[in-house]
């Protein structure tokens, strides 16, 4: 599996040391880690690796054997406070010293999985300056609610809108929970939209069948590139006149709306740069 990720379009590769691991097996899994980041890092892709919660004790061993050369960062299971992070984040600075790896070179993405931890997003973003992006868990976060997922979601609605606000309020992204159904990708495509519309920017995903559908609903379609590309130009030309606004093929254009159409472009960039590299 390690050695396939390297070839897949998803933008960064997670390898997992928490629920995808038996506990008889973790020391083996650690011991992989080396070879695996390497063998991910050849293929151009951002390396992640998920460490279990600091409740399991786990957490310190796991990061030995994660923090090394060409580690991006660390999704940590279930965070659920300030605490948490800054524990991380010390932790991942004596490494970095002690291994001579550039200073505060490798990011935490904190994962939400409980009540606790979703609703205390706020607080953990801002943690630390390694944060930068947060994941959800759903499936955890309704066991820890005692509830079930259900097709609409009605259930995680919240949970969604909170971490999807707060993130964009602190200029981070946020990333949703997977799709367990690998067979079922009309609902992931439309999970997809649906989270992208609450202002998601990323998707976890579970296998290789799920990177393109997520690919293509994240990334900007040529209609909306082109209206950006004009929303911009008709912007800067009523600045140049002293208008704060302009119409624009039926719509009131503003400085909102130009930031937006920026964000589009820079998206669509990123997007772009991503893939020539990959090639």
Same mark, same amino acid.
């Given at each position: 599996?390690?050695?396939?990720?390297?070839?897949?379009?998803?933008?960064?590769?997670? /390898?997992?040391?928490?629920?995808?691991? @038996?506990?008889?097996?973790?020391?083996?899994?650690?011991?992989? &880690?080396?070879?695996?980041?390497?063998?991910? $890092?050849?293929?151009?892709?951002?390396?992640?690796?998920?460490?279990?919660?600091?409740?399991?004790?786990?957490?310190?061993?796991?990061?030995?054997? %994660?923090?090394?050369?060409?580690?991006?960062?660390? /999704?940590?299971?279930?965070?659920?406070?300030?605490?948490?992070?800054?524990?991380?984040?010390?932790? !991942?600075?004596? &490494?970095?010293?002690?291994?001579?790896? @550039?200073? $505060?070179?490798?990011?935490?993405? @904190? &994962?939400?999985?409980?009540?606790?931890?979703? !609703?205390?997003?706020?607080?953990?973003?801002?943690?630390?300056?390694?944060?930068?992006?947060?994941?959800?868990? %759903?499936?955890?976060?309704?066991?820890?609610?005692?509830?079930?997922?259900?097709?609409?979601?009605?259930?995680?609605?919240?949970?969604?809108?909170?971490?999807?606000?707060?993130?964009?309020?602190?200029?981070?992204? *946020?990333?949703?929970?997977?799709?367990?159904?690998?067979?079922?990708?009309?609902?992931?495509?439309?999970?997809?939209?649906? =989270?992208?519309?609450?202002?998601?920017?990323?998707? !976890?995903?579970?296998?290789?069948?799920?990177?393109?559908? =997520?690919?293509?609903?994240?990334? @900007?379609?040529?209609?909306?590139?082109?209206?950006?590309? $004009? =929303?911009?130009?008709?912007?800067?030309?009523?600045?140049?006149?002293?208008?704060?606004?302009?119409? &624009?093929?039926?719509?009131?254009?503003?400085?909102?709306?130009?930031?937006?159409?920026?964000?589009?472009?820079?998206?669509?960039? *990123?997007?772009?740069?991503?893939? $020539?590299?990959?090639?």
């Amino acid at each position: 599996m390690i050695q396939k990720a390297r070839e897949l379009s998803a933008d960064a590769i997670i /390898i997992d040391l928490e629920d995808a691991v @038996p506990m008889d097996e973790k020391e083996t899994a650690r011991v992989f &880690l080396e070879e695996g980041i390497q063998l991910i $890092k050849s293929g151009n892709k951002f390396v992640y690796v998920r460490v279990n919660s600091l409740l399991t004790g786990l957490t310190q061993e796991d990061l030995e054997y %994660a923090v090394q050369e060409g580690l991006d960062g660390i /999704i940590l299971a279930k965070s659920e406070s300030k605490e948490d992070i800054l524990v991380v984040d010390k932790a !991942l600075t004596e &490494l970095e010293l002690q291994r001579n790896l @550039p200073e $505060k070179n490798i990011a935490i993405i @904190p &994962l939400l999985e409980t009540a606790k931890g979703v !609703l205390n997003v706020d607080e953990i973003i801002r943690a630390s300056e390694r944060v930068v992006a947060v994941c959800f868990g %759903a499936l955890d976060f309704t066991r820890d609610m005692g509830t079930n997922q259900s097709d609409d979601g009605v259930e995680i609605f919240y949970a969604r809108s909170r971490i999807a606000l707060v993130s964009t309020a602190n200029n981070l992204q *946020a990333i949703d929970t997977p799709w367990f159904d690998i067979t079922d990708k009309d609902g992931l495509v439309k999970e997809t939209q649906f =989270v992208k519309q609450l202002g998601f920017r990323g998707k !976890l995903l579970i296998h290789p069948d799920q990177i393109d559908a =997520v690919n293509n609903a994240f990334t @900007p379609t040529e209609e909306e590139i082109t209206y950006a590309q $004009k =929303v911009i130009k008709a912007f800067k030309e009523a600045e140049a006149q002293g208008q704060g606004a302009v119409s &624009l093929e039926g719509k009131m254009i503003d400085v909102a709306s130009y930031r937006q159409a920026q964000i589009i472009l820079e998206y669509i960039k *990123a997007i772009q740069e991503k893939n $020539k590299n990959n090639n």
